[in-house]
């Protein structure tokens, strides 16, 4: 991915996790992302669920404090309801990842999400969105 190609990096849980603990690769493309005038934004439910005990908090807060967290609006939640309908897809396994699907596809584009669900995201994105396997 070149950060040309970036006008949202979009951070599932993992994505996340792996800025949290410094994880170089992650770490270099989104600096890469924002050298490049990217925008990098999660969903106000990622670090909720990426956060653990193992975890410092002050890093955690760090890591948090440079990107943006997307609030979980009413119409994110409409949104993110319709995709899972659209997929043929409900319950827990699928909601967060539709509310981050959501999160992303109302970002400016061209949009890249960070995951480890790439089925999963795609299922709920389709080709809207460009996905990059963390």
């Known amino acids: 991915m070149t950060a040309v190609e970036v006008g949202t990096l979009v951070l599932d849980c993992e994505g996340l996790s792996k800025l949290v603990a410094d994880d170089r690769g992650i770490a270099a493309l989104v600096q890469r992302a924002r050298h490049h005038g990217a925008h990098v934004v999660t969903s ?63 970002q400016p584009g061209p949009v890249v999400v960070l995951t480890s669900d790439p089925e999963d995201i795609t299922l709920l994105c389709g080709p809207r969105v460009r996905i990059v396997k963390v």
Do not use: N
């Not at 948090?64 to 409409?78: H, Q």
């Open 44 to 106: 106000a439910v990622t670090p909720v669920e990426a956060r653990h005990p193992g975890i410092a908090q002050a890093r955690f807060d760090w890591v948090l404090s440079r990107i943006d967290i997307a609030p979980v609006t009413e119409d994110i939640s409409r949104d993110a309801s319709k995709l899972l309908a659209a997929a043929g897809v409900h319950g827990h396994k699928y909601a967060l990842d539709a509310i981050l699907a959501a999160t992303a596809l109302r």
